[in-house]
């Protein structure tokens, strides 16, 4: 059974920072693009961070770019996300997820409609 769980959410101060984390099991971890996503009510799911099978190559949404980092342990199946400057339009649900598409550009990785296992997401709440 397929399960993705996340946690390290919480509330914080603007400017502070938060790390995120996502605990994967029941598939091959390693095989997987991995990309963390945020929901606020009332709005689409955003691509926030994807990252490769390998943990090599990265890519961000411009909205985070330079405060968030997405990073992964394929040994522990385990996938984070370091979030660094928050500001309160960083409030939201947080949720990783795994893709099985290997060959799409990275960049295209944003799109929530290219992962199909999702965990059940961690809240984040930053105040001003």
């Known amino acids: 059974q397929v399960q993705l769980v996340e946690s390290g959410g919480g509330s914080v101060q603007a400017g502070g920072s938060l790390r995120l984390s996502c605990a994967a099991s029941?598939?091959?971890?390693?095989?997987?693009?991995m990309g963390w996503f945020r929901q606020v009510p009332g709005k689409e799911r955003e691509g926030v961070a994807v990252?490769?099978?390998?943990?090599?190559?990265?890519a961000y949404a411009d909205a985070v770019k330079g405060r968030f980092t997405i990073s992964r342990d394929n040994a522990n199946r385990a996938l984070y996300l370091q979030m660094n400057s928050l500001e309160p339009e960083d409030s939201a649900m947080y949720y990783c997820?795994?893709?099985?598409?290997?060959?799409?550009?990275?960049?295209?990785?944003?799109?929530?409609?290219?992962?199909?296992?999702w965990g059940q997401g961690t809240q984040v709440i930053v105040s001003s």
């Open positions: 990252i490769s099978t390998a943990g090599i190559y990265t």
């Open positions: 029941g598939y091959a971890y390693n095989t997987r693009r």
């Open positions: 997820a795994a893709s099985p598409a290997l060959s799409d550009a990275l960049t295209t990785m944003l799109a929530a409609s290219k992962y199909d296992y």
